[in-house]
């Protein structure tokens, strides 16, 4: 029965208010409490009621305006040509249809082939640079299209944003990109504020909009953004007559870029966006799509624009990482250095295309100032192989018999009351000998891929043997026999061999591994690799202080203290010479200097350099026999000083540590 006109104008008039206030929250309070692919479903939803009744469509409809509107707290800035957003689709057919109107209004027959320009969608906060004459005078953030927010000092804090063009350019050019928290740093800063007692970001969006939206600039400073440029206000005007053309020239000018796939037809796009979906973790920034455009800017001239978005591009958007679903119950579990985490038990829900039932809570203090309850609906994220975890509680949907949890005050797994170091958030099972959970959990660590890569030893095995206390420690795992193994349920003589070999195996595993494996809190991989380098064998490791570890490129005080305090501990000391005892011997890292020329010196660097990145400037030093630290101290030999360079160059200026130009240090590890 076909709807009345009465209540079609009350339904649009509905999702017109609750897209308006789902905009606010997510670009001006940076606070969603829906999903992206929750929007664009509301979204969708008014554009096929609008289409069939255009005369309900209004000039204020959230169909044909961008974004939100621009803060209070900043001076406004109007966009002399208009910040547009780009229309959506969803899966393959979509696009489909998209390349089929871009025929049809260009008259090109359905058979003919249409050249896009393909390119990753960021999702970071657009932004708007105006260059006079090369020199950047102006940035502005994209706010309701027309109308964005002066952030011209937050932006010049950036370093990916040139302050003067590469290459003459007369007159006024205003380029248009995205600002964006990269991935790896977004991960250390939620743990560092996680571990500070501070709220988590929500994602690397949020934490880009908040550090670039700083009322004080030298905030944003302390924060590692960056950006890319992919567009300029007028393309039809530039000199560049295709996109790929202006994105190169951009990149010219010194913009940095997220170089564009050129594609002939719908195929080619479409292989990329498949390949895209399997690769989207490898991208250092967060990406919700990819931004297909038709090359030729005179066929953009001529498809020209309908609404607020324009007829020769499409965000082509992948699968959701983000979804609503509902708290069944709350678990607290136990991991390998005894930290009790809570867990929500959910309503099984599909997102990314993976069936998520469960994610985690952080810790006590995380799940009160969320105030996440049984029976509450939530916004659940999954990116890659992260762990899924509950973004946000959407209160308005509290059932009213949802109650707080209450932590619990021992450990689930041996009972033993729990406790919290002075600083902490977490709360921890001091029972590290024999608490079962903790026993599982290091076992599972230490055999893992990325430790010592124990194949055959999962969950099931871990469990078996930790109940049937055939194995206390890791060190246990290479005493185990083949009549022990066989005695466990559903192990025959094969399947116990090949384990056994596995675990034989990793005795000789690099050392970097064998530091990961041991689980020392605060030492990732990174790190492990670091001081595998540093020590370069067992002894030199348990032998460590803090003040030999001074220094040492990304090894700072708190690393210091933790790996110094864990060896400290006898039974860690002791686990590292069972571990020898029973044939665990693992190899020193394969030399990689090419010369001594820098033997012994301690070398920081600093400032932008302009023929080689940091990391290169660093792998050139420890190429060549020297040693690259984060800090400057009397230790430090030289200072290699870049543009820019800040208060490290005042450092080594008051302690009289040499300090030496780019050329100097390329000078000095010339080969030959």
């Known amino acids: 029965m076909a709807k009345s006109k009465a209540n079609v104008e009350a339904q649009v008039q509905t999702l017109r208010r609750d897209l308006e206030e789902h905009s606010y929250r ?16 509301l979204m969708r939803e008014l554009e096929a009621i609008e289409a069939v009744h255009p005369e309900l469509v209004r000039p204020d409809s959230p169909t044909q305006r961008v974004g939100a509107a621009p803060s209070a707290s900043f001076a406004q800035v109007r966009h002399r040509v208009p910040m547009l957003s780009l229309g959506n689709v969803f899966d393959e057919a979509g696009f489909t249809d998209f390349d089929a109107k871009v025929k049809r209004h260009l008259g090109m027959p359905a058979e003919a082939i249409v050249t896009y320009a393909v390119e990753p969608k960021i999702d970071g906060l657009s932004i708007e640079l105006v260059y006079h004459d090369g020199q950047l005078v102006q940035a502005s953030t994209r706010g309701d299209g027309t109308t964005g927010e002066d952030v011209t000092l937050n932006a010049r804090t950036i370093k990916a944003i040139p302050l003067r063009l590469r290459e003459a350019y007369a007159g006024e050019l205003e380029v248009r990109g995205e600002v964006y928290y990269p991935k790896a740093r977004f991960a250390e800063l939620n743990r560092e504020r996680e571990e500070a007692g501070e709220p988590t970001f929500a994602n690397p969006r949020n934490a880009a909009a908040g550090a670039l939206r700083q009322i004080d600039a030298n905030v944003t400073a302390k924060r590692p953004l960056s950006a890319l440029f992919y567009a300029v206000a007028e393309p039809s005007r530039m000199k560049p007559k295709t996109h790929v053309e202006l994105t190169a020239w951009l990149a010219g000018l010194g913009l940095p870029i997220p170089k564009p796939t050129l594609c002939e037809g719908t195929e080619a796009v479409l292989a990329v966006y498949r390949d895209t979906i399997v690769k989207r973790e490898g991208f250092p920034y967060e990406i919700d799509g990819l931004v297909v455009k038709v090359n030729d800017h005179g066929l953009q001239t ?164 930790v109940d049937k206390k055939l194995v206390l420690d890791v060190a246990d795992l290479y005493r185990l026999t083949l009549e022990q193994l066989t005695t466990l349920e559903r192990f025959g003589d094969k399947s116990a061999s090949n384990l056994l070999s596995a675990i034989a195996a990793s005795r000789e595993q690099p050392l970097a591994r064998f530091i990961f494996a041991l689980g020392v809190r605060h030492i990732g991989e990174t790190v492990a690799t670091r001081l595998a380098e540093h020590f370069r064998s067992v002894d030199a490791m348990l032998a460590a202080t803090e003040e030999s570890l001074d220094g040492v490129h990304g090894i700072g005080p708190e690393l210091a203290s933790a790996w110094v305090g864990h060896f400290a501990m006898t039974e860690n000391r002791a686990l590292v010479e069972k571990l020898r005892s029973v044939g665990v011997n693992p190899k020193p890292p394969v030399s990689t200097v090419v010369s001594a020329q820098l033997a012994g010196k301690a070398i920081v660097v600093t400032g932008t350099l302009s023929t080689m990145s940091r990391d290169e400037a660093h792998a050139r030093i420890v190429a060549h026999g020297g040693r690259v630290a984060s800090s400057v101290s009397k230790k430090t030999d030289y200072l290699v000083a870049g543009e820019a360079a800040g208060s490290k160059l005042a450092k080594a200026q008051e302690l009289g540590v040499k300090v030496i130009t780019e050329d100097d240090l390329l000078a000095m590890t010339r080969e030959g």
Not at 26 to 38: F, K, N, T
């Open 302 to 465: 001529d498809l020209g624009f309908v609404s607020r978005a324009p007829r020769w591009a499409i965000a082509f958007k992948l699968p959701a990482r983000e979804e609503v679903t509902t708290v069944e119950s709350i678990r607290v579990q136990v991991g390998r250095t005894g930290a009790l985490t809570p867990v929500a038990n959910l309503a099984p829900v599909q997102v990314g295309g993976v069936t998520v039932t469960s994610a985690t809570l952080h810790n006590a203090e995380e799940i009160a100032r969320k105030d996440v309850r049984a029976g509450d609906s939530v916004l659940v994220r999954r990116a890659g192989d992260v762990i899924p975890e509950v973004v946000q509680v959407i209160l308005e949907k509290r059932p009213s018999h949802a109650v707080a949890f209450d932590f619990p005050t021992s450990c689930p797994s041996c009972g033993t009351t729990v406790v919290r170091d002075e600083g902490e958030v977490v709360w921890r099972c001091p029972n590290v000998v024999s608490c079962p959970a903790q026993v599982r959990e290091r076992i599972r660590h230490w055999a893992g891929r990325r430790a010592m890569d124990i194949e055959g030893l999962g969950d099931k095995i871990v469990n078996a043997l």
């Open 26 to 41: 997510y670009h001006v309070l940076d606070q969603p409490i829906i999903s992206d692919a929750q929007y664009d479903k």
